[in-house]
């Protein structure tokens, strides 16, 4: 039990290892990624029972039951469906053996602490995460006023309608319009593949 609290007390429980790419194919999340559809690790960090596995498109959770058994359960969180947010990095104190960066997906919160040593490699994934979720934000944003301008623009064109008009071919006009206008708008603001953000911030 003593054992059990000092570990604790130091962050030994389970010290995650950022993984380089070339031992990615070695990790059970690789197993899942999607190559047919371009998905690429970007990072990954491997504790004693789990890994947490960052792709161009998605943040893999290999979650396992403890460190000594081989049950996993995967869990997959599409960076277009789970927003990233509430990012921080928590440096080590002076007793401290880890550090952590924590980040919500959704309604999902991870606490993911990593050896110290690697402060360097982590900084670069608090990066790229920070600047994914402004830029989702930024995105959530302006296509929200992007559907209010449409709103807007279609109450006006209805209230202005000429009486030779007949209202079906109108609604018809105004509909085939929103849905074409809308799905270019969910298009541009909708960001699926976040590839060039690691890219620019990931420096394995």
């Known amino acids: 039990m003593l054992k059990k609290f000092a570990s604790d007390a130091l962050g030994l429980s389970d010290i995650g290892k950022i993984i380089g790419p070339e031992d990615f194919d070695k990790t059970d999340a690789d197993d899942y990624i999607r190559h047919e559809d371009n998905e690429k690790i970007y990072f990954l960090i491997k504790t004693k029972a789990d890994e947490y596995c960052f792709t161009n498109i998605a943040f893999i959770h290999v979650d396992g039951a403890n460190a000594v ?21 928590e440096t080590a104190g002076r007793v401290d053996l880890d550090i952590e960066i924590k980040f919500t997906l959704g309604n999902q919160t991870y606490n993911i602490d990593v050896d110290k040593k690697q402060i360097d490699k982590l900084n670069d994934l608090y990066k790229a995460l920070v600047y994914i979720s402004e830029v989702v934000h930024e995105n959530s944003i302006k296509y929200d006023t992007a559907v209010k301008s449409l709103e807007k623009a279609v109450a006006i064109l209805q209230n202005s309608r000429p009486s030779e008009v ?7 006009q105004l509909t085939e319009f929103g849905f074409s206008w809308l799905s270019s708008a969910r298009e541009q603001y909708h960001e699926k593949d976040f590839g060039a953000v690691f890219e620019k911030y990931i420096n394995n």
């Open 69 to 89: 058994s081989s049950k996993r359960v995967l869990k997959r969180y599409p960076y277009s469906q789970y927003q990233i947010s509430n990012v921080l990095l």
């Open 166 to 172: 007949q209202l079906a071919d109108q609604y018809k």
